[in-house]
Protein backbone atom coordinates (compact mmCIF):
# COMPACT_ATOMS: atom_id res chain seq x y z
CA UNK A 1 0.00 0.00 0.00
CA UNK A 2 1.39 3.61 -0.92
CA UNK A 3 0.65 6.07 1.78
CA UNK A 4 1.55 10.22 2.10
CA UNK A 5 1.99 11.74 5.13
CA UNK A 6 2.36 15.77 6.01
CA UNK A 7 3.71 16.32 9.44
CA UNK A 8 2.66 19.76 9.87
CA UNK A 9 -0.76 20.99 9.78
CA UNK A 10 -0.12 24.40 10.12
CA UNK A 11 3.04 26.21 9.06
CA UNK A 12 3.62 30.01 9.48
CA UNK A 13 5.98 32.21 7.73
CA UNK A 14 6.70 36.06 7.33
CA UNK A 15 6.68 37.86 4.06
CA UNK A 16 9.69 37.57 2.04
CA UNK A 17 11.20 34.60 4.17
CA UNK A 18 11.70 30.96 2.76
CA UNK A 19 9.28 28.20 3.09
CA UNK A 20 9.16 24.46 3.40
CA UNK A 21 6.10 21.98 3.26
CA UNK A 22 7.18 18.66 4.44
CA UNK A 23 5.75 15.82 2.91
CA UNK A 24 7.28 11.98 2.82
CA UNK A 25 5.93 8.88 1.30
CA UNK A 26 5.60 5.31 1.05
CA UNK A 27 5.34 3.30 -1.96
CA UNK A 28 6.79 -0.21 -2.79
CA UNK A 29 8.65 0.90 -5.68
CA UNK A 30 9.39 3.81 -7.44
CA UNK A 31 7.01 6.95 -6.76
CA UNK A 32 5.48 9.49 -8.91
CA UNK A 33 5.01 12.43 -6.60
CA UNK A 34 3.26 15.37 -6.99
CA UNK A 35 2.17 18.77 -5.38
CA UNK A 36 -1.37 20.45 -5.68
CA UNK A 37 -2.71 23.87 -4.09
CA UNK A 38 -6.10 24.64 -2.87
CA UNK A 39 -7.46 28.00 -2.09
CA UNK A 40 -10.75 28.61 -0.31
CA UNK A 41 -13.96 27.42 -1.96
CA UNK A 42 -11.99 25.92 -4.96
CA UNK A 43 -10.95 22.85 -6.39
CA UNK A 44 -7.01 21.77 -6.24
CA UNK A 45 -4.37 23.16 -8.40
CA UNK A 46 -1.36 21.13 -9.85
CA UNK A 47 1.61 22.96 -8.85
CA UNK A 48 4.91 20.23 -9.60
CA UNK A 49 5.55 17.24 -9.87
CA UNK A 50 8.48 14.45 -9.90
CA UNK A 51 8.85 11.28 -12.26
CA UNK A 52 12.32 10.58 -12.87
CA UNK A 53 15.55 12.42 -13.40
CA UNK A 54 16.54 15.96 -11.60
CA UNK A 55 15.88 15.37 -7.80
CA UNK A 56 14.97 19.54 -7.78
CA UNK A 57 11.73 19.83 -9.44
CA UNK A 58 10.81 23.28 -10.47
CA UNK A 59 6.99 24.51 -10.74
CA UNK A 60 4.39 27.37 -10.62
CA UNK A 61 4.28 30.53 -8.97
CA UNK A 62 7.81 29.42 -7.93
CA UNK A 63 7.65 26.62 -5.92
CA UNK A 64 10.17 23.78 -6.31
CA UNK A 65 10.42 20.76 -4.67
CA UNK A 66 12.85 18.39 -3.90
CA UNK A 67 12.87 14.24 -4.17
CA UNK A 68 15.23 12.64 -1.77
CA UNK A 69 14.96 8.97 -2.19
CA UNK A 70 16.89 8.02 0.92
CA UNK A 71 15.04 10.10 3.32
CA UNK A 72 11.52 9.15 1.11
CA UNK A 73 10.89 12.96 1.16
CA UNK A 74 9.55 15.13 -1.15
CA UNK A 75 9.88 18.78 0.55
CA UNK A 76 7.89 21.84 -1.18
CA UNK A 77 9.75 25.11 -1.21
CA UNK A 78 9.88 28.88 -2.70
CA UNK A 79 12.36 31.08 -1.86
CA UNK A 80 10.38 34.02 -0.63
CA UNK A 81 7.28 33.43 0.27
CA UNK A 82 4.40 35.48 -0.82
CA UNK A 83 1.09 36.36 1.31
CA UNK A 84 -1.06 35.09 -1.93
CA UNK A 85 0.85 31.85 -1.22
CA UNK A 86 -1.28 31.49 1.76
CA UNK A 87 -3.52 28.23 1.18
CA UNK A 88 -3.91 24.14 1.73
CA UNK A 89 -1.01 22.73 -0.10
CA UNK A 90 -1.45 18.75 -0.71
CA UNK A 91 0.93 15.93 -1.31
CA UNK A 92 0.45 13.39 -3.48
CA UNK A 93 2.15 10.18 -4.62
CA UNK A 94 1.47 6.84 -7.12
CA UNK A 95 3.74 4.25 -6.86
CA UNK A 96 4.42 3.26 -11.02
CA UNK A 97 2.46 0.29 -10.64
CA UNK A 98 -0.41 1.34 -9.37
CA UNK A 99 -3.44 3.17 -10.66
CA UNK A 100 -4.44 4.86 -7.73
CA UNK A 101 -3.50 8.33 -6.44
CA UNK A 102 -3.12 8.91 -2.76
CA UNK A 103 -2.89 12.43 -1.33
CA UNK A 104 -1.85 13.73 2.29
CA UNK A 105 -4.36 15.43 4.66
CA UNK A 106 -3.45 19.10 3.52
CA UNK A 107 -1.05 21.24 5.53
CA UNK A 108 -2.10 24.69 6.24
CA UNK A 109 -0.11 27.35 5.30
CA UNK A 110 -0.21 31.05 6.38
CA UNK A 111 1.91 33.77 5.04
CA UNK A 112 2.22 36.48 7.50
CA UNK A 113 2.31 40.34 6.01
CA UNK B 1 -9.45 25.75 -22.91
CA UNK B 2 -12.22 25.48 -20.77
CA UNK B 3 -11.88 23.67 -16.97
CA UNK B 4 -13.83 20.74 -15.40
CA UNK B 5 -17.34 21.95 -14.42
CA UNK B 6 -18.99 20.70 -11.78
CA UNK B 7 -22.69 21.35 -10.84
CA UNK B 8 -24.29 22.07 -8.19
CA UNK B 9 -21.59 23.87 -6.21
CA UNK B 10 -23.52 23.88 -3.06
CA UNK B 11 -26.59 21.47 -1.84
CA UNK B 12 -27.81 20.99 1.89
CA UNK B 13 -30.17 17.99 2.26
CA UNK B 14 -31.58 15.62 4.85
CA UNK B 15 -30.61 12.32 5.81
CA UNK B 16 -32.18 9.38 4.24
CA UNK B 17 -32.54 11.92 1.10
CA UNK B 18 -30.74 11.39 -2.33
CA UNK B 19 -28.67 13.64 -4.32
CA UNK B 20 -26.59 13.48 -7.76
CA UNK B 21 -23.46 15.62 -8.88
CA UNK B 22 -22.37 16.03 -12.23
CA UNK B 23 -19.52 16.60 -13.81
CA UNK B 24 -17.98 17.45 -17.07
CA UNK B 25 -14.15 16.70 -17.40
CA UNK B 26 -11.86 18.99 -19.72
CA UNK B 27 -12.31 17.98 -23.28
CA UNK B 28 -10.49 14.79 -24.14
CA UNK B 29 -9.53 13.58 -21.14
CA UNK B 30 -10.17 10.04 -21.23
CA UNK B 31 -9.74 9.43 -16.93
CA UNK B 32 -12.33 10.98 -14.78
CA UNK B 33 -12.04 10.50 -11.00
CA UNK B 34 -14.80 11.46 -7.96
CA UNK B 35 -12.91 12.37 -4.69
CA UNK B 36 -14.45 12.46 -1.35
CA UNK B 37 -12.97 15.70 0.50
CA UNK B 38 -14.32 15.77 4.24
CA UNK B 39 -12.96 18.90 6.44
CA UNK B 40 -9.13 18.42 8.16
CA UNK B 41 -8.44 15.59 5.21
CA UNK B 42 -7.21 14.82 1.79
CA UNK B 43 -9.04 13.92 -1.16
CA UNK B 44 -9.87 9.96 -0.92
CA UNK B 45 -10.22 8.73 -4.17
CA UNK B 46 -14.11 7.27 -4.97
CA UNK B 47 -14.15 6.13 -8.33
CA UNK B 48 -11.92 6.09 -11.71
CA UNK B 49 -13.28 5.69 -14.83
CA UNK B 50 -11.08 5.25 -17.97
CA UNK B 51 -13.31 6.15 -20.88
CA UNK B 52 -16.52 4.03 -19.39
CA UNK B 53 -15.20 1.98 -17.59
CA UNK B 54 -14.43 1.72 -13.86
CA UNK B 55 -10.38 1.40 -13.33
CA UNK B 56 -11.21 1.67 -9.41
CA UNK B 57 -13.97 1.55 -6.87
CA UNK B 58 -12.10 -0.15 -4.17
CA UNK B 59 -13.48 2.54 -1.94
CA UNK B 60 -17.08 3.67 -3.37
CA UNK B 61 -19.32 2.77 -0.71
CA UNK B 62 -21.48 0.80 -2.93
CA UNK B 63 -24.54 0.41 -0.66
CA UNK B 64 -25.16 3.90 -0.96
CA UNK B 65 -22.74 5.62 -3.78
CA UNK B 66 -23.20 4.90 -7.65
CA UNK B 67 -21.38 6.52 -10.14
CA UNK B 68 -21.55 6.41 -14.13
CA UNK B 69 -20.09 8.08 -16.96
CA UNK B 70 -22.11 6.38 -20.16
CA UNK B 71 -20.71 7.85 -22.67
CA UNK B 72 -17.19 8.25 -21.75
CA UNK B 73 -17.30 11.94 -21.61
CA UNK B 74 -19.48 13.35 -18.82
CA UNK B 75 -20.29 11.63 -15.31
CA UNK B 76 -22.79 11.67 -12.18
CA UNK B 77 -22.16 10.38 -8.60
CA UNK B 78 -25.57 10.27 -6.42
CA UNK B 79 -25.60 9.32 -3.15
CA UNK B 80 -28.90 7.00 -2.07
CA UNK B 81 -29.87 7.57 0.98
CA UNK B 82 -27.23 9.89 2.59
CA UNK B 83 -26.19 9.80 5.89
CA UNK B 84 -24.79 12.72 8.14
CA UNK B 85 -20.96 11.33 7.66
CA UNK B 86 -21.56 11.92 3.77
CA UNK B 87 -21.31 15.85 4.09
CA UNK B 88 -18.70 16.56 2.54
CA UNK B 89 -16.68 18.42 -0.31
CA UNK B 90 -16.98 16.30 -3.83
CA UNK B 91 -14.61 16.88 -6.10
CA UNK B 92 -14.44 16.01 -10.30
CA UNK B 93 -10.96 15.51 -11.71
CA UNK B 94 -9.47 14.69 -14.84
CA UNK B 95 -6.66 13.97 -16.79
CA UNK B 96 -5.24 12.81 -20.33
CA UNK B 97 -4.77 9.01 -18.79
CA UNK B 98 -2.39 8.65 -21.27
CA UNK B 99 0.44 8.29 -18.71
CA UNK B 100 0.21 7.53 -14.87
CA UNK B 101 2.76 10.68 -14.49
CA UNK B 102 0.02 12.99 -16.15
CA UNK B 103 -1.10 15.37 -13.29
CA UNK B 104 -5.12 15.56 -12.98
CA UNK B 105 -7.24 19.24 -13.68
CA UNK B 106 -9.93 19.56 -10.31
CA UNK B 107 -13.01 21.15 -10.58
CA UNK B 108 -14.08 23.60 -7.94
CA UNK B 109 -16.31 21.18 -6.56
CA UNK B 110 -19.61 20.62 -5.28
CA UNK B 111 -19.84 21.20 -1.18
CA UNK B 112 -22.49 18.29 0.81
CA UNK B 113 -24.08 19.19 3.81
CA UNK B 114 -26.42 16.34 5.12
CA UNK B 115 -28.41 17.54 8.12
Same mark, same amino acid.
Given at each position: ?????????? =?? !????????????????????????? /????????????????????????????????? /?????? *??? #?????? #?????????????? *? =????????? /? !??? | ?? %?? &?Q??????????? +?? &??WC????????????????????????????? %????? @????????? &??? $?????S? $??????????? &??? $?C? @?? +??????????????????? $?
Open positions: AQSVAQPEDQ =VN !VAEGNPLTVKCTYSVSGNPYLFWYV /QYPNRGLQFLLKYITGDNLVKGSYGFEAEFNKS /QTSFHL *KKP #SALVSD #SALYFCAVRDKGYQ *K =VTFGIGTKL /Q !VIP | EA %GV &ASPRYKIIEKRQ +SV &AFNPISGHATLYWYQQILGQGPKLLIQFQNN %GVVDD @SQLPKDRFS &AER $LKGVDT $LKIQPAKLEDS &AVY $LA @SN +SGGRRDNEQFFGPGTRLTV $L
